[in-house]
């Protein structure tokens, strides 16, 4: 499994939480068991491979650090969305962006570009291209912000 399919399954597994209201171990266990996984292969391809060892441990940090983080990762999605309410935002399309900027922030191995680009991919392919150019639009204004103290700096 690649980490672009590890990181859609984490965004479903993100996703799922929001109906289920479980907790981040009991998603990532109930979605991940064989029997479960391999039904949901017959209707999503990115469930056909099951993930490596290292795409769990990817997918549980983040699945738990997005479901911990949610309040500061949803006040980061309201400050950059400007004139749109954060409740206006598909619960998907929000899940993604919250994945996305919690990468940024703490998984050191993601590129910044990368965790964008791959936010833009999977809202397009969810929700359509305005969402993806919508998601680039508030996460471009976040990575940026993330830079400007440091060129103020160098000033």
């Excluded at 479903?12 to 029997?35: N, S």
Aim: hydrophobic content about 40%.
């Amino acid at each position: 499994m690649t980490r672009a399919n590890a990181r859609e399954l984490a965004v479903h597994l993100i996703y799922g939480r929001v109906f289920t209201g479980e907790e981040p171990e009991q998603v990532v266990t109930t979605r991940l068991d064989k029997e479960y996984y391999e039904k949901l292969a017959e209707e999503n391809e990115v469930y056909t491979e099951r993930p490596s060892r290292a795409q769990l441990r990817y997918i549980d940090t983040v699945v738990a650090g997005v479901a911990n983080r949610e309040e500061e990762l949803n006040a980061q999605i309201q400050k950059y969305s400007v004139s749109w309410d954060i409740s206006r935002i598909s619960r998907l399309t929000r899940c993604v962006m919250q994945l996305a900027i919690f990468e940024i922030l703490y998984v050191e191995d993601v590129p910044t570009g990368v965790a964008i680009s791959e936010a833009v991919r999977l809202a397009k392919k969810y929700d359509g291209d305005d969402t993806g150019a919508f998601v680039n639009g508030i996460l471009g204004a976040f990575g940026r912000s993330l830079n400007a103290p440091a060129a103020e700096e160098a000033e």
